[in-house]
Nanobody, 123 residues
Framework: VQLQASGGGLVQAGGSLRLSCAAS????????MGWFRQAPGKDREFVAA????????GYADSVKDRFTISRDNYKNTAYLQMNRLKPEDTAVYYC?????????????????WGQGTQVTVSS
């Protein structure tokens, strides 16, 4: 599985961005998709995850009620809609996927990773 993240950019605080993660491979629809982020000098942290059908999602407390993860299995693409962005959301955002069926916040559980897309939120 290969992943390609896109959609990052520069936005003012309070604004919105939508990230996309395009996956190759016919098994995308059966994989859990996750989004993680890493700010300069900090560890990579969990943002959100979604199971294969979209029936189960999980979010970090810091983004709950502001971010929404979704997926379109026909397009082999996952999305992260980010609203009411804050300067502390500034980071490189990575999408990742794993075969085990449950959503999971632990980065080491994810087997495939995209290259990352930069999100910068100005105050």
């Amino acid at each position: 599985v290969q992943l390609q993240a896109s959609g990052g950019g520069l936005v003012q605080a309070g604004g919105s961005l939508r990230l996309s993660c395009a996956a190759s491979g016919r098994t995308f629809s059966s994989y859990v998709m996750g989004w993680f982020r890493q700010a300069p000098g900090k560890d990579r942290e969990f943002v959100a995850a979604i199971n294969w059908s979209g029936s189960s999602t999980g979010y970090a407390d810091s983004v709950k009620d502001r971010f929404t993860i979704s997926r379109d299995n026909y397009k082999n693409t996952a999305y992260l809609q980010m609203n009411r962005l804050k300067p502390e959301d500034t980071a490189v955002y990575y999408c990742a996927t794993k075969r085990a069926p449950a959503t999971d916040p632990r980065a080491y559980e994810y087997e495939y990773w995209g290259q990352g897309t930069q999100v910068t939120v100005s105050s």
